[in-house]
Nanobody, 115 residues
């Protein structure tokens, strides 16, 4: 059974940085797309960033220039480097992997940006 496990969330002050990591276990295949989504109470889950197997990336406008997504295909991991964090970045962040049009999700990790 495929599992995505996130790590790296926490509390950070505005302007600070955090790095989220996600590792896939129980999988011998690579995801065509891996990415990060986030959700706040009462709102729909929204895309933060995705990265294709070949390295093409896509970012939400709100995080462009501040966040960087990367993946290690050999280890089946995806990271999200978050810089210049703002209070509005506060959310639960979910790792996502897609293979053959099937979505796999992690359990989520809380990121709180507050002074």
């Amino acid at each position: 059974q495929v599992q995505l496990v996130e790590s790296g969330g926490g509390l950070v002050q505005p302007g600070g940085s955090l790095r989220l990591s996600c590792a896939a276990s129980g999988s011998i295949f690579r995801f065509s797309t891996m990415g990060w989504f986030r959700q706040t109470p009462g709102k729909q889950r929204e895309l933060v960033a995705t990265i294709m197997l070949g390295g093409n990336t896509n970012y939400a406008e709100s995080v462009k220039g501040r966040f960087t997504i990367s993946r290690d295909n050999a280890r089946n991991t995806v990271d999200l480097q978050m810089n210049s964090l703002k209070p509005e970045d506060t959310a639960v962040y979910y790792c996502n992997g897609v293979r053959l049009q099937v979505d796999y999700w992690g359990q989520g990790t809380q990121v709180t940006v507050s002074s």
